[in-house]
């Protein structure tokens, strides 16, 4: 753990000993609380996870969390309509959203929700679903910074990493710039691409996900659109 994010704990838990967690919720228990996720870190390399992958086992214990303090997990749908007037929400109501569509969403984050009997959106990146392969510029960004966070400052390995995430080269034009990296770090990818966890769901799952329960929206069709622009199409899917 950083500093910084041992300061930023320790913050936090100062705050909630003197009751401003408290007041907060009773500010604003009429108001909509939206928590975004990502992906699941199923792999077995003692990661930790951060903002884009959480750990399946801490994603459950914040929905446990969110049970046992009586927060009240509704579907966007359900905000959308309380916001406009037509319904009444319930106090404390929390929307769940999980951004991108990987494989982990559906191998861990969606049982985990119904487990608890929680909803949530699914914001779906089409590009990357309907083309079956691992997302390589993710890949090479975290083996760089699991095994490699020593070596990011050497020219030949950081050159090597910004051709390997550059998101206007293709996939093809990524593979040997990620091998090389994998030689350099001395590691065997093979696992990774074997478990998915760099890949996004099926088509297949994607509808499965939907006939579960969970809404489907649409994230962009291209990732490299979210970022140029920094926007997100808030359509649905048909």
């Not at 009240?72 to 309380?82: F, H, P, R, Y």
């Not at 890949?199 to 996900?209: I, R």
Request: hydrophobic fraction near 40%.
């Amino acid at each position: 753990m950083t500093f910084l994010k041992a300061m930023k704990l320790a913050v936090l838990a100062l705050l909630k000993f003197c009751g401003v967690f408290y007041l907060a919720r009773r500010r604003y228990r009429r108001h909509i609380r939206i928590l975004c996720y990502h992906g699941a870190w199923a792999a077995k390399d003692g990661f930790r996870g951060d903002a884009m992958f959480i750990r399946p086992k801490t994603f459950e214990q914040r929905l446990r969390a969110l049970r046992t303090s009586h927060y009240n997990v509704i579907s966007l749908d359900d905000a959308v309509s309380g916001l406009a007037g037509r319904t009444q929400l319930p106090p404390d109501a929390v929307v769940i959203t999980i951004d991108d569509g990987w494989h982990s969403t559906f191998t861990d984050l969606l049982p985990a929700l119904r487990r608890q009997g929680m909803t949530a959106t699914i914001y779906c990146d089409t590009g990357n679903l309907v083309s079956g392969k691992p997302v390589l510029h993710v890949m090479a960004r975290y083996m760089a910074n699991i095994y490699g966070s020593a070596r990011n400052r050497e020219p030949q390995f950081a050159a090597l990493l910004a051709e390997a995430t550059d998101p206007n080269k293709s996939s093809d034009a990524k593979w040997p710039c990620l091998k090389e990296l994998a030689r350099i770090l001395n590691i065997d990818f093979t696992p990774y691409l074997d478990q998915r966890i760099f890949s996004y769901m099926t088509p297949a799952e994607l509808v499965s996900a939907q006939q579960d329960g969970f809404a489907i929206e649409l994230h962009t069709h291209a990732t490299a659109c979210i970022t140029s622009s920094r926007i997100k199409s808030r359509r649905r899917l048909s």
